[in-house]
């Protein structure tokens, strides 16, 4: 191929300097993407491509009009791609084109989507292994937040559990991590987050706490305690150098660096995030997940305050009772919080409007957005200070945090600058009332008594000259013009200026309408360059307000989502928790928060303390276990993001995390065994939990053979009770496990009742203390339909076990005739003896004969060997009860050796 020149040519180099997956070039009223970019775009989007030629070769080209580039723009973002734009601008001779910004998943300004978006980037510090320290920084360009934490970490885990709760749309590796496969991978795997390598040296200490200080200034540094050559302030330096370099313009939204604590949130990992549901069921709908059931906000902004709140519960009592007072007065305000929520429904998202003025992408309906939303915060306060309920409240001070007169004042500059009903574009005029600007209102005084002359000119034409059809108007080619009908152009006086005959009717024109044409045309560019300038000169001088903005909007998002706590609370008759720093969970006729919106939910009792704090739960398939277990987690958060709870008192002792162990479901896709991924959860647990965390063990060890998967529940059960020591719920299929509530003094058994009358099961729903003693899986077998010949032989197959311990396999005998000739024994685990028709001789499961071994006990009387021996009077020696079951299952195992051996 021959070099490109012209314009591929020009494309081709700028595509060199950007390292963006795609370019987009302005060319005149569109803009073009060439090459593979143009192919790669078409596929993507469903764009046709023509072919461009230059210079004897030709190149795949594809484009959309000027205006249309913000969508197509978004939507490849969306699906992962970072999109460099290319403006076109006028030089002296002709136009020059670059690069003027790149979009990136972290740095989409347009998103259509009202959660947030999270560019993160993360730094390692010291050496592989033992006691390295991650610093974390985590930016919102559409909203401006920006969050710094730091964190000492051995593997890594901390760092990503962080990462993961903040669900980052874009991450920048640090250069310690960024030839770290495992890091890397392990990111993958729980975020979409798209990689990028941004320039080393902005993460170098120097450069990057220069930045933080440029942005912030030096005492927003040294007030947080961020030292020079922190992990955290390398990775806040990276964020902002790459919020700069990608040109968006919303550095300047970025007003405030929150620096926070590991120990100010939960510990929410993602895998428990999802067990719980918090803002998508375990199918990833929105639909059933516990932000769908207790979202009441009324706008965007309210709606992420409270998605933020439920995926970071809080630690810090005052925080929580803070919230809790402000639900309580909400709750018991019906009027006022009525007409507050009808009030703030009118807010638009404050927060994303200043980041859209900082960039300069705000229009004059956004400025408009903002003047009403800003004038929503007086209307609140005064609601608030009018209702003494609510004065009385934290809510006061919530409000009260926005600079009211500030906020006030700024709204009535924008009213008085802005017409009502602004006009989408900004340079075609019509943005500004009258009054606001004298040199304005005179450019516009000439240019409406211009237009006025223009509108009464058919009249005065009409009387001057008598012709009825005359009208004036104005087309691109031929400007302004008298049109006359095609009967009446006899009568056209000797001044009108032939113009275009068309089928009925004729066009002139009359020096006056020259001139006044003119005389237009002048005015409405001077209007429109005008009021560009001055609506320019205004978005400025609100972008200069940014940090006012995004404090309205933090306090009308707040007030948003702590008066939906109280509808909800107040619908569903939930009531305040009180939460402590102690060890004890207690919930009296406690509901499970998303069940209890659809089922006629059967309300519970838990108690858990310091001397009870591992419950071991049994019951029948289906009885509600699982739904037990959650409710305590979903109890325990929603007491730490400061809502009222599904129960008729609850007393919550705070912990430092929640972890949870529920069956895998879709990481067989991601190539790992429901084995593996079981037993890296509770690795996980293990190593994570502490004394005061909070744990839910939905099953361990069901996804392998029995003795192991009984074994690993036991252990771990030990060990939690033992050397973690947290608050545990555990459900357990394995009966054997009860044995360990009698032995260890901190477990206790429970379980949910069902009632069995005449083979018929209810399940009553009720916890009730002490282990179950059946699991009713035939009758749910029943239930789900499995056909009724196997569950009514499964219910045999069940009673034999259970009485005689042993039961006979059917249909052994291929030559027909008999039914039951093998026998399996359940304590040796063995075919054992045969049944007694139509032969006694023992026939393996194949159907054929088999000679009875020496050692069979039909032998018996032969007299044994000195290994049977020895095991039948260990056996006989043994102590049934005082024998832990797994070491009974160890000891059978042994024997059976023995015997093979002998
Ligand atoms: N207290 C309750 N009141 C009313 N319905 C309930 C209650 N608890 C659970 N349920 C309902 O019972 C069904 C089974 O509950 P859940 O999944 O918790 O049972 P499980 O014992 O964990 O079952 P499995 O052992 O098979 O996993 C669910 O549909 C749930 O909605």
Redesign the pocket.
């Known amino acids: 191929m021959t070099e490109a020149t012209g314009i591929v040519g020009e494309f081709l180099s700028l595509k060199e300097e950007t390292d963006a997956d795609l370019l987009t070039m302005q060319c005149g009223d569109f803009y073009e993407f060439f090459g593979e970019d143009a192919e790669t775009v078409a596929d993507e989007l469903d764009l046709t491509v023509s072919q461009k030629s230059s210079h004897g070769s030709s190149y795949p080209m594809a484009g959309v009009p000027v205006d249309d580039l913000t969508p197509y723009v978004s939507a490849l973002v969306e699906r992962g791609y970072r999109v460099a734009v290319a403006d076109q601008h006028e030089t002296a001779d002709g136009h020059a084109r670059e690069i003027t910004r790149v979009v990136t998943p972290g740095t989409h300004l347009e998103t259509g989507d009202a959660s947030a978006q999270h560019l993160a980037a993360v730094v390692r510090e010291g050496g592989r292994g033992d006691g390295d320290t991650y610093g974390l920084a985590v930016a919102d360009v559409t909203t401006g937040q920006f969050q710094v934490t730091q964190l000492d970490d051995a593997d890594a885990g901390a760092a990503l559990t962080e990462l993961y709760t903040f669900a980052p749309a874009e991450v920048l590796p640090g250069p310690d991590l960024r030839n770290d496969d495992d890091f890397l991978d392990r990111l993958r795997e729980r975020t979409d987050a798209a990689l990028t390598l941004h320039d080393s040296e902005s993460f170098a200490p120097g450069r990057a706490s220069h930045a933080v200080r440029e942005q912030f200034g030096g005492e927003a540094v040294d007030s947080v305690g961020v030292g020079e050559r922190d992990a955290a302030v390398r990775a806040a330096g990276a964020v902002l150098s790459y919020v700069e370099d990608t040109g968006v313009g919303t550095l300047a939204a970025i007003t405030r660096l929150q620096t926070y604590g590991a120990r100010e949130y939960v510990d929410l990992d993602a895998t428990t995030q999802r067990n719980l549901e918090l803002t998508e069921t375990m199918q990833g709908d929105r639909s059933g997940s516990l932000f769908d059931a207790l979202d009441h906000t009324v706008t965007a902004a309210g709606g992420r305050l409270l998605r933020r709140w439920l995926q970071r519960p809080r630690r810090d009592r005052g925080e929580l009772a803070r919230r809790q007072s402000c639900v309580a007065a909400f709750a018991e305000s019906a009027m006022a919080r009525e007409r507050i929520r009808e009030t703030l429904s009118d807010a638009y998202d404050l927060e994303r409007l200043a980041s859209r003025a900082t960039s300069g992408s705000a229009d004059a309906r956004d400025l408009r957005a903002a003047q009403e939303t800003l004038s929503v915060l007086g209307k609140v306060a005064d609601a608030v200070t009018e209702t003494e309920r609510l004065a009385e409240s934290p809510l006061a001070d919530a409000v009260a945090g926005a600079d009211r007169a500030a906020a006030d004042d700024l709204a009535a500059d924008l009213d008085a600058a802005l017409v009502d009903d602004p006009p989408g574009t900004v340079t075609q005029g019509g943005l500004f009332r009258t009054g606001y600007d004298d040199d304005l209102d005179a450019v516009i005084e000439e240019h409406e008594a211009a237009l006025e002359w223009l509108d009464t000119l058919p009249e005065r034409e009409k009387e001057r000259t008598g012709i009825t059809h005359l009208s004036v108007d104005r087309n691109k080619t031929d400007g302004y013009y008298i049109q006359v009908g095609k009967s009446e152009t006899d009568a056209v006086p000797e001044s009108y200026e032939h113009v275009k005959t068309l089928k009925n009717s004729k066009r002139y024109t009359i020096p006056d309408l020259d001139e006044k044409e003119r005389e237009v045309l002048r005015l409405e560019e001077r209007r429109h360059d005008m009021e560009y300038e001055r609506f320019q000169a205004l978005r400025e001088r609100v972008a200069e307000r940014a940090t006012l903005l995004q404090d309205v909007g933090r306090a009308l998002a707040e007030v948003d989502a702590l008066s939906s706590f109280a509808v909800h609370a107040v619908e569903n008759d939930w009531t305040r928790p009180e939460v402590h720093d102690g060890q004890a969970l207690s919930i009296e006729a406690g509901r499970h928060p998303v ?1 209890e919106q659809t ?4 309300p ?1 009792d838990l108690y858990m303390d310091e001397d009870r704090r591992f419950l071991i739960v049994t ?1 029948p ?8 277990m959650r409710q305590a987690a979903l109890v325990t958060l929603l007491a730490q993001v400061g809502s009222f709870v599904p129960a008729r008192s609850a007393s919550v002792g705070l912990v430092d995390g929640i972890y949870t162990r529920v069956g895998a479901l879709d990481e067989l896709a991601q190539g790992r065994s429901t084995f593996m991924v079981e037993m890296q959860e509770l690795s996980n647990i293990l190593h994570s939990a502490t004394d005061e965390s909070l744990v839910i063990l939905d099953e361990v060890g069901r996804g392998t053979a029995t003795f192991d998967g009984i074994s690993i529940a036991w252990a771990a059960t030990e060990y939690i009770a033992n050397t973690v020591r947290s608050k545990t719920l555990f ?1 357990t299929h394995y009966h054997e496990l009860t044995a360990l509530g009698d032995e260890l003094p901190t477990v206790e058994n429970v379980h ?1 009742a069902a009632d069995e009358t005449d083979g018929d099961v209810t399940f009553l ?1 009720t916890v009730r203390d002490g282990p179950t003693d059946r699991s009713y899986g035939v009758h749910v077998a029943d239930l789900a339909g499995v056909p009724a010949p196997v569950v009514d032989r499964s219910r045999e197959v069940l009673d034999r076990l259970r009485e005689e311990e042993a039961v006979e396999v059917r249909g052994s005998d291929r030559d027909g005739g008999g039914t039951t000739q093998a026998v399996f024994d359940l304590s040796s685990g063995q075919f054992a003896s045969g049944g007694s028709e139509p032969t006694d001789e023992p026939v393996a499961t194949d159907g054929s004969r088999e000679q009875a071994p020496a050692d069979s006990p039909a032998d018996d009387a032969g007299g044994l060997d000195p290994e049977a021996e020895a095991v039948l009077s260990e056996l006989r020696d043994l102590d049934v009860n005082e024998t832990p079951p797994v070491e009974l299952l160890a000891k059978v195992q042994n024997w059976q050796d023995d015997l093979e051996g002998a």
């Open positions: 069940v089922t006629e939910f059967v519970n019951g398939n289906m009885s509600g276990k699982s739904t037990y459900a949910v729903r």
